[in-house]
């Protein structure tokens, strides 16, 4: 016997689509770049992806590569001296291994190299952040750098295990 078919209604049809589009917008996951010392494979070469195989070496040019929200950068143990300050980008989460092992400082001497901050988190308008920066130390080399963080236009921004 066969039993006649009947096609979805309009509404369940968009429902169906709807849940599809959702569970596609959602298998996009968040993704975790790498940063190591030079000793531990790190280089910011070109064709260096920042994985875990192929980490970058310094923190500022893991930011300028790494702008999209829900990513983190993970910092590796060991002393990360930056010529220039880390533009993290709104939603992109700095995560070292403990202020006593991922220490962030400035390749500055004195006088006219004085840095005003080490990572800079500035918006256009006001933006919710929704990041955080944890488990980091930071070293000013003897007030060389007036700010370890400077946060402008950003809320929801999580300081957690910082030692400066």
């Known amino acids: 016997?066969?039993?006649p078919q009947t096609k979805p209604s309009q509404p369940l049809r968009f429902a169906l689509l709807a849940t599809l589009f959702l569970l596609l917008g959602f298998s996009a996951r968040a993704a975790t770049y790498y940063v190591q010392t030079?000793?531990?494979g790190g280089s910011d070469a070109a064709g260096r992806t920042g994985s875990i195989t192929q980490p970058w070496?310094?923190?500022a040019y893991a930011a300028s590569q790494v702008t999209t929200a829900g990513n983190t950068i993970s910092i590796?143990?060991?002393?990360?001296?930056e010529s220039t300050y880390i533009n993290l980008a709104a939603g992109v989460s700095l995560s070292g291994q403990g202020?006593?092992?991922t220490i962030i400082t400035t390749t500055a001497t004195s006088g006219l190299?004085?840095?005003e901050y080490l990572v800079k988190m500035h918006s256009a308008s006001?933006?919710?952040g929704n990041q955080n920066i944890s488990y980091i130390r930071f070293d000013g080399k003897?007030?060389?750098?007036?700010q370890a963080i400077e946060i402008n236009r950003r809320s929801d921004v999580t300081i957690n295990s910082i030692l400066v």
């Open 99 to 101: 202020y006593n092992k």
């Open 1 to 3: 016997m066969n039993t």
């Open 38 to 40: 030079a000793a531990n």
């Open 76 to 81: 590796g143990q060991g002393t990360f001296a």
């Open 142 to 146: 003897n007030k060389i750098v007036r």
């Open 126 to 128: 006001i933006v919710s």
């Open 113 to 115: 190299n004085t840095v």
């Open 57 to 59: 070496l310094t923190v």
